[in-house]
């Protein structure tokens, strides 16, 4: 069984961080690009980062230079620490495992930028 355990989330100024954990269990992690996604009130899911086998990060222009994510293939456990938020960053984040036969999801977590 395969599950994907976001936490993390919650409510932060604007300008503030917070660093989102998902921890994966159930698949052979290190063979399974690592992603973060999050979808606003309102709008569609939309990709933020990306992490590949090889440590590869990619992501979202809007979140470039302010997000980070990084995997700990020893914990089975991929982060995205969030520096300098803004309210438009605020959705639930959900965290993705996908490699070329299989893909997975969290059930995400909230998160709130609002002063």
């Known amino acids: 069984q395969v599950q994907l355990v976001e936490s993390g989330g919650g409510l932060v100024q604007p300008g503030g961080s917070l660093r989102l954990s998902c921890a994966a269990s159930g698949i052979i992690f290190n063979t399974y690009f690592m992603g973060w996604y999050r979808q606003a009130p309102g709008k569609a899911r939309e990709l933020v980062a990306t992490?590949?086998?090889?440590?590869?990060?990619n992501y979202a222009d809007v979140v470039k230079g302010r997000f980070t994510i990084s995997r700990d293939d020893a914990k089975n456990t991929v982060y995205l620490q969030m520096n300098s938020l803004k309210p438009e960053d605020t959705a639930v984040y959900y965290c993705?495992?996908?490699?070329?036969?299989?893909?997975?999801w969290g059930k995400g977590t909230l998160v709130t930028v609002s002063s």
């Open positions: 993705n495992a996908r490699h070329p036969y299989n893909q997975y």
């Open positions: 992490i590949g086998t090889s440590h590869t990060t």
